[in-house]
């Protein structure tokens, strides 16, 4: 039989929602009263206390004394103790009144008025005490229990109660017929101490309640068969009715103790085992899966049955993440960690305890909290980016885009003035200055383009072989010094899959860099070379090279280096998106001897088909 308790645990952070259920936990407790292995000795004794008192006041303790007294110890009780506890307490109050009412005292007289008054009285103080505790500890409560699965309580499952009854009522009257046929070779005192040692063993077979049933039918059977006069219940000396008060005692104690452990021991497999299943759960958030998707999936993996995290929007229950077939017919436990978020579970195993739900419950919000903050935290990193990028792109405009325009205007109004004759040498280099600086205005443009379709996930390679060697030639045209630069393909490179549009920006970034920044004496190289499934294509430079510190950050978009480049810094953040795009790499690595290259790897295509043009310009 599953839990089933719907309740409210509050708090804010996931310490409080442990906090709390431990402390719902305990409420539990309380809400079931003081433990009957602890209520029914404390009873037991205070009630044989009674009847010793009665006996040595022989007669000056009226029956009805006896009667209020006995009323008064089975009331209390019975309100303090959980409500099982009530019928014993009741059976002995009623033994012990019409025991102890009057002389002869411990002879048993179950019939007669005072017997039925004391009965009807016992009965109603044990109904009374019951309801009126059960009533006060409802009332205290906040949780709201609908069915309860006692084996986690009790410690010793249905079965093996089951079995200690059926020894006791098996064994004690076996053990009797043997203790009546060696009764010349044992006294009393042997007798106690086998029937107290047959309790015990009831005891750890059965637990709590088949001992008590079976102290007390024992102590009847060495009333009956063994304390003079035989075959009947009364005593006829004080010192046998003590030692059958002591062994009362003494067993109903003892059974008390081996129910305790028996519970202990159950509780501390259950508690190694809730923290077992929280240290598997641990072991998951830690290695990655801390989705609250990830935390129900464990649950249902680990206990079984269904399991919702809901979150009120619009006073409506939305479902945010679940896991497990759901059982209809199963009951239900929520709880409220917020009063906007709540997890609700449904089959759970018996294995799934009210604490052990708390801590699921926790690390499921704080999933659900952290993938918040993360999204939060993406978003205000795509806000800072674009702030950046809108930075920059005013930097352009203001300046590196305007600078070429005022060139290729002050070039323009010099060439149409006509009160100032040019020579043909003038005009020519008039006009190189405005194709010069329309160059590399389309160059920025192209380039500010380039990383908007990045930034906008809008590009969208087309991939087919191509010959490397066909394609970096044409990345050469427009470009400063190109004529400069030697490309080395060997004749039997591999075709690459790749975008023929986007290996030609890659490259021409690449060759610009390059050329800007190599010595005239020195000029820069593109060197290509197969290496297993991939093509890598280096791009070798001998200038001042890049600190080891940069060569991750180079590719940032706008980032530029005052020293070494006089753009707005997206040259090479439009290299590596591409050939990422088309799934190689790019990486920039020290030359031998001084200098920076910038090597791209691309996949290579797995045909027969080669280079063709294989050239050394």
């Known amino acids: ?219 009847l059977l060495l009333n009956w068969y063994f304390t003079a006069p035989l075959h009947t219940f009364t005593i006829a000396e004080p010192k046998n009715l003590l030692a059958l008060v002591l062994f009362v005692t003494v067993a109903v104690a003892v059974s008390s103790v081996v129910h305790l452990a028996a519970r202990r021991e159950a509780d501390a497999a259950r508690s190694a085992k809730e923290t077992a299943s929280l240290l598997a759960l641990a072991q998951t958030v830690l290695g990655g899966a801390d989705t609250p998707a990830d935390v129900l999936d464990h649950l249902t993996a680990s206990h079984g049955g269904h399991a919702e995290l809901l979150e009120r929007v619009g006073g409506r229950w939305i479902r945010v993440a679940s896991s497990g077939a759901a059982d209809q017919d199963a009951n239900v436990i929520r709880f409220e960690v917020r009063p906007d978020l709540a997890l609700e579970v449904r089959g759970q195993a018996a294995s799934a305890t009210a604490s052990l739900l708390a801590g699921y419950t926790a690390q499921a919000v704080a999933a659900l909290d952290r993938a918040r903050l993360r999204t939060q935290a993406a978003q205000a990193e795509a806000l800072a980016e674009g702030n950046r990028m809108r930075t920059a792109l005013l930097a352009a405009v203001s300046h590196d885009l305007r600078t070429p325009l005022a060139s290729i205007k002050a070039s323009v109004s010099s060439l149409r003035q006509t009160d100032v004759h040019w020579t043909e040498e003038d005009e020519a280099d008039l006009l190189a200055n405005i194709e ?98 991939r093509v890598v294509l280096e791009v070798v430079d001998h200038g001042a090279g890049v600190p080891g510190d940069l060569k991750e950050r180079i590719f940032e978009p706008f980032l530029r280096l005052e020293e070494r480049s006089p753009g707005v810094g997206l040259g090479l953040a439009v290299a590596k998106g591409f050939a990422e795009a088309m799934g190689g790499t790019i990486a920039a690595v020290d030359t031998a001897g001084g200098g920076l290259t910038m090597r791209v790897t691309l996949p290579a295509v797995a045909s027969g088909d080669r280079a063709v043009l294989g050239a050394g310009q």
């Not at 005891?203 to 088949?210: A, E, H, L, Q, Y």
């Not at 075709?495 to 004496?521: C, I, K, M, T, Y």
């Open 1 to 219: 039989m599953a839990i089933a308790m719907t309740g409210t645990i509050t708090g804010r952070r996931r310490d409080d929602t442990l906090r709390t259920g431990r402390q719902a936990a305990r409420r539990l407790a309380r809400r079931q009263g003081l433990s009957a292995p602890y209520a029914l000795p404390a009873g037991f004794a205070a009630l044989f206390v009674l009847g010793t008192i009665a006996a040595a006041l022989n007669g000056r303790l009226p029956a009805i004394g006896v009667l209020i007294v006995s009323a008064v110890i089975v009331t209390v009780i019975s309100a303090v103790s959980e409500v099982n506890a009530a019928v014993p307490l009741g059976v002995i109050g009623w033994l012990t009144v019409i025991g102890f009412s009057r002389p002869p005292y411990a002879d048993l007289r179950p019939t007669g008025a005072l017997a039925a008054d004391a009965a009807i009285t016992m009965a109603a103080c044990a109904l009374a005490g019951a309801v009126a505790g059960w009533m006060f500890r409802y009332s205290q409560a906040q949780v709201t229990l609908e069915s309860v699965d006692r084996q986690k309580a009790r410690g010793i499952d249905l079965r093996r109660q089951l079995a200690g009854a059926a020894l006791a009522v098996a064994g004690l009257p076996a053990l009797t017929a043997l203790l009546v046929a060696w009764r010349g070779h044992l006294n009393l005192s042997d007798d106690l101490l086998i029937y107290l040692v047959a309790v015990v063993a009831i005891t750890v077979v059965g637990g709590f309640w088949p001992a008590v049933f079976a102290a007390v039918a024992a102590s």
């Open 436 to 533: 010069q600086n329309a160059d590399r205005l389309d160059a920025l443009v192209g380039n500010l383009l380039d990383m908007s379709r990045l930034q906008t996930g809008s590009l969208a390679p087309f991939l087919r072989a191509i010959a490397v060697d066909e394609v970096a030639p044409v990345a050469l045209r427009g470009l400063d010094g190109g004529d400069a630069l030697q490309i080395v393909v060997p004749d039997d490179l591999p075709l690459v899959r790749a975008d023929p549009g986007l290996l030609e920006r890659v490259l021409a970034n690449l060759f610009s860099n390059a050329l800007r920044h190599s010595p005239p004496d020195s000029p820069p190289a593109l060197l290509a070379r197969e290496d297993g499934d």
